[in-house]
């Protein structure tokens, strides 16, 4: 049986972290310094509960206000993380922009996209500008998952991607 496959999007503003989680669930070590500009696609297998499911993710780049080419991807998208630093405020406001963005694009009702909210760099407590609690109640009344990361320590790197999956799979009723 041939494993099924994800495209996974990852989103957000600037220097959030987006290279460094994508790339550290992908090979497994934190790069520090990341061309911003450059946008990939990278694959990877994983297997949960005994079953290989290939995610293909797309580590996206330039989150300006006008980017021409983010209808497209998010068409393709079968599920979302949406990543802001907890040491930037803007970067939160700027998530719950995007959130907005996937569910216009997709002309879909909020609840019904597969999204899972981000909170990154979480090694850097002593910097944090968003409490976890607001990053929980945004995602709890948008009805989308939430964690927080690291992709320096790499804590919550595989959760967010496999988590994302498994909400792919219930919310599209064909696991
Ligand atoms: P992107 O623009 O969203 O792709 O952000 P990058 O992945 O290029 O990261 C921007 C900067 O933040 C880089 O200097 C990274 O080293 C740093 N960074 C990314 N994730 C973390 C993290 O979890 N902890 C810390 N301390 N720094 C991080
Ligand atoms: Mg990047």
């Known amino acids: 049986m041939t494993p099924k496959s994800y495209n996974i999007v990852v989103m957000g503003s600037g220097g959030v972290g987006k290279s460094a989680l994508t790339i550290q669930f992908v090979r497994s070590v934190f790069v520090d310094e990341y061309d911003p500009t450059i946008e990939d696609s990278y694959r ?44 930037d405020k803007q970067s939160f406001f700027d998530a719950k922009k995007l959130q907005s963005e996937i569910l216009n694009t997709k002309d879909a009702d909020p609840g019904t996209i597969p ?52 909400k792919i799979d219930e919310m599209s009723c064909k696991p």
């Open 44 to 87: 990877k297998t994983i297997t949960v509960n005994g079953k290989p499911k290939i995610l293909d993710v797309l580590d996206t780049a330039g989150q300006e206000e006008y980017n021409t080419l983010r209808p497209q991807y998010i068409r393709s998208g079968d599920g979302f993380l949406i990543v802001y630093s907890i040491t």
């Open 115 to 166: 999204i899972y909210l981000v909170g990154n760099k979480k090694d850097l407590e002593d910097m944090r500008a968003v409490p976890t609690a607001e990053g929980q109640a945004f995602a709890t009344e948008s009805t989308i998952g939430f964690l927080e990361a690291s992709a320096k320590t790499a804590e919550g790197v595989t959760e967010m991607f496999t988590e994302l999956t498994n």
